[in-house]
């Protein structure tokens, strides 16, 4: 009861309780010193009322009438007074237990603003000076809240105000030791998974180390990269349980995969009888499809195991479709433009690439920069299941008469898979969803962009008419077709070992062929960094191998 009076009464003064309580003391002893007024009245008997009894004598009544009434009317008068005294007491009490429960509740409050008082003092002396505040500038120079004073720092973080000692977590007390704060949340990085398909694991399949120092080289490129990395392994129910747990070994995730589309269910019969023994792996090419089932990864970056990687590539995986020219075939962007003009338009609207790759120009048939293969070692897919269910219905429909669709997609080697699926899909069903990136910065394969062997000899398989004089540069800036062959290896990113030949297959070292010179140093490259897998896995062996020895 008396703790909000308390409060509320704080501000009054020692002078102004003073003077309360000295009128309430003057009030007091001007009602204790009041006299009681007594009353007194003339006693008056009314006839008969006292009238003596009959058996007194004659004297006795005439005493009676003589003396008898001034007696009576004494008597009477004291017991009158002595009533109006007892009132006046009983109204006295009353008056004092009046006052003294005023007096009570005044010292109730004037015991409890003082205890209150001194409470607030000795906290705001405890907590002014503790040992471990650090004083900082108050809000970092903003223009604190009306009404409130300041704010000071402890060393684990926390902030107090300085008037109410309420204390909160706060940035403001960011600047305590940096040993005191706990380490600010990292933001989580997208993750690009690099795939590879496993169809098989016969005995003396050495694809094992290829698949290692790939896995590796993918890790090691994302140190400065924007994005993290993980691996995984599209294997066949064939692979054994040996080749799994060696994929798993160095790194990968290993998913097992059946064929998106069972050979008995294509119902082209052209297509059906023919896919089996088509390309390198026949359906089983297939596998790669499933890059876009792969939905919990930013992006899905399908390679062969002869690839390996040199630098991130992260100017690939940002999800604006526009990039620098400096990265684009020159045929590419008329050939989307003009595939895009006759795309189906009744089909659900796909924003967005959804596919990166380069062409293979050199399966490529005349007219020179039409109808181009996609080079199936390197494909960068955007997860998306309809993409997926898209290309599966087309392989199931098997409508492969003339190519793909009747397009010409696909009369090449490898066009019943991979190699003419996907120009199929991205450039004539799905116009302007798909992207062709430079063969050789993505996936240099050392290859000849000329239908005729040496150097700046017969027509540029792209399309690209080369000046009419000058001396061959093979440098796209130039107004040329770009040369592999000629490529500076600190501008190359991926390195696909087709034309210079897998390297832990030690097929020795020459200089007399026209792309002997990049592939050596290519050679060179892979040796290094399998040299660095092994030393990190404790695994190297130096008098048993001569690492980076190649010319």
Not at 216 to 243: C, I, K, Q, T, W
Not at 251 to 280: A, D, M, T, W, Y
Not at 310 to 321: T, V
Not at 421 to 447: D, I, K, Q, W
Request: charged fraction near 25%; aromatic fraction near 8%; glycine fraction near 8%.
């Amino acid at each position: 009861l008396f703790w909000p009076a308390a409060q509320g009464h704080c501000a009054i003064t020692v002078q102004h309780l003073t003077l309360r309580t000295q009128l309430v003391a003057v009030i007091y002893h001007n009602k204790a010193a009041a006299p009681v007024k007594k009353l007194r009245r003339t006693a008056t008997v009314a006839p008969g009322k006292h009238s003596p009894p009959k058996l007194l004598s004659a004297a006795r009544q005439q005493h009676a009438q003589r003396c008898g009434g001034s007696k009576h009317a004494n008597a009477a008068a004291r017991e009158r007074s002595r009533a109006s005294t007892a009132s006046a007491m009983r109204q006295r009490r009353k008056s004092q237990s009046i006052i003294r429960g005023r007096d009570l509740l005044l010292i109730g409050l004037i015991a409890t603003c003082v205890l209150h008082l001194y409470v607030v003092t000795q906290t705001h002396h405890q907590a002014a000076e503790p040992e471990d505040i650090v004083e900082i500038e108050l809000y970092r120079g903003e223009t604190p809240p009306a009404g409130y004073v300041g704010y000071y720092c402890q060393s684990d973080g926390v902030k107090c105000h300085t008037e109410t000692h309420k204390c909160w977590d706060s940035a403001i007390c960011a600047e305590v030791p940096a040993e005191r704060r706990p380490p600010p949340p990292q933001k989580k990085k997208k993750v690009i998974a690099y795939a590879i398909s496993v169809t098989g694991d016969s005995p003396g399949w050495n694809g094992i180390d290829g698949a290692a120092v790939l896995g590796h080289s993918a890790v090691r490129a994302h140190r400065n990269s924007s994005y993290d990395a993980a691996l995984v392994a599209f294997v066949s129910p064939s692979v054994s349980e040996a080749g799994r747990h060696k994929l798993e070994k160095v790194g990968f995730r290993v998913l097992e995969k059946k064929l998106p589309v069972e050979v008995e269910e294509i119902q082209g019969k052209l297509l059906r009888e023919k896919i089996s023994s088509n390309g390198c792996c026949g359906a089983w090419e297939l596998l790669k499809l499933y890059a876009w089932t792969l939905t919990e990864y930013h992006r899905v970056v399908h390679l062969d195991v002869d690839s390996l990687v040199l630098q991130n590539f992260d100017e690939l995986f940002d999800d604006d479709p526009t990039v620098g020219g400096a990265v684009l075939s020159p045929t590419a962007i008329s050939t989307a433009k003009k595939n895009f003009e006759k795309r189906d338009t009744s089909l659900p609207v796909l924003e967005g690439i959804y596919a990166q790759y380069t062409m293979d120009w050199n399966m490529a048939q005349r007219p020179w920069g039409s109808n181009p293969p996609v080079q199936g070692g390197f494909v960068i897919a955007r997860p998306s299941l309809v993409v997926y269910e898209e290309m599966v219905a087309i392989v199931r429909k098997g409508d492969f008469q003339g190519g793909w669709g009747g397009t010409r997609a696909g009369a090449f080697y490898g066009g019943m898979t991979i190699q003419g699926l996907l120009p199929y899909y991205f450039m004539h069903y799905r116009p302007g969803t798909g992207r062709e990136v430079r063969g050789c910065v993505y996936n240099n394969m050392a290859s000849n962009p000329r239908n005729v062997g040496g150097f700046g000899k017969g027509d540029c398989r792209d399309g690209t008419v080369p000046p009419a004089s000058g001396a061959y540069t093979g440098d796209i800036n130039k107004g040329d077709c770009e040369d592999c062959r000629l490529s500076r290896v600190e501008d190359v990113k991926v390195v696909h070992f087709t034309i210079c030949q897998k390297p832990w297959e030690c097929h020795g070292t020459s200089t007399s062929c026209y792309y002997c010179k990049i592939c050596n140093q290519f050679h060179r490259k892979w040796f290094e960094i399998r040299e660095e897998l092994e030393r990190e896995r404790g695994a190297y062996q130096s008098e048993l191998y001569a690492h980076g020895k190649t010319p």
